[in-house]
């Protein structure tokens, strides 16, 4: 069974090639379609909001799009118990529109301008909960560091509701957490590069099929995105090597795997 | 201690404000008839306000003369109810140093800055709506807080 998932665009986003080239490499039959095309969304398996500037972020990044009629029929999709994916400014539209972290149906949470302003930049994230936690994770070893960028403005997870930090830790809705090298949850630039509360880069909703994530997996997927010179030396000139999935890739694997596990039930 | 504030506006079309009015309309708040979208700075200064307003007035860093109009007064008889906006987490140290180091405003003590909104509505319990809407769309209480000013009346 091949997935099939779709890429919802709104006005603004920008990374919906790339990621439909993530999707598809991931093994999973990938298209894009707008916003205002509601008719054309029912019916996927899967559902992947990208990054950019939906609106040009007016008023607050994502809150324009959050309040579209296409977030009913996502919100009723992941209901379902079908994957949703908000990288970035996707993210921040699943967080405006109370999608994540999804306990009550309100916002719970903000991402809030990063406190060193606009990073794009190589960061490292962990991976904090077990295999198969949530629909995204589980060809993710837990501890497992995925090299990956951001660029973002606001992206600090921040929350004013007290004990909700408490309860997403235990329920394992906190996915990726920005670590140093060895792993570490330094708090400080560029480990933390946006200052977010406990260093967050990914929170879940309480199922565990909608996942909102600030760095861009789509952006760590392949030998030719890394930042890491030896690692591309030796695949100069090969475009096979060049070509060949890297750890970034896992987060769409596993979206897949998820999909395929609902559909054998 | 007084407090001037500083309120900018763009002189053409503002399509952050536009944007927000549509979207108010499409979620059901018929009674919206205008919104109006405004940066504001509320200085804190410790001399003279006249001279400090002719002298903010003169500096372009805030208000660039062709594209924005400004004032210091908020136009209360205009049946609008007014929303002030602020990031919570935005303490205005960057600005302000620039203000005091580079442009020699060695008497401002502090600086708050946000957007103010004026909605105007046809709805009796005015309070009431423009408390949903900016709730709904305005602002994310997570990071934001708001303060709603009708005329001379606050409420918070």
Redesign the interface.
Known sequence: MIPKVVVVMFPGLNCESETMVALKSAGMDARIVRWNELDKLSGFDGYVIPGGWSFEDRIRAGVIAAKDPVMNLIREESEKGKPVLGICNGAQILVESGLIPGIENRVQFGLAPSKYGYKCIWTKIKSVNKKGSCAFNSSINENEIIPIPIAHGEGWFITKEKGLLDDLIQHRQVVFRYCNQIGEFDETFPTNPNGSTCNIAALSNPRGNVVAIMPHPERASFVRQLPDLQIKRGSCGDFEKMESATSGIKIFESMKSFIRGRAEK | MSVIELYVELKGYD??EI??FQ?LK??GFSELEKLKRREFYSFGINADAEKFKEKISAVDLLVNANKHLSSFELDKNSGAVFVKVQ?E??DCSRLLKTLKQRLDFGEIESLKRGILWGLQLRSKNKLEMVKQITE???V?????NYQIIKGNEREK
């Open positions: 399509a952050t944007t927000a979207v499409r979620l990031n987490l935005d709904i769309l305005l994310n209480k997570n990071f934001q």
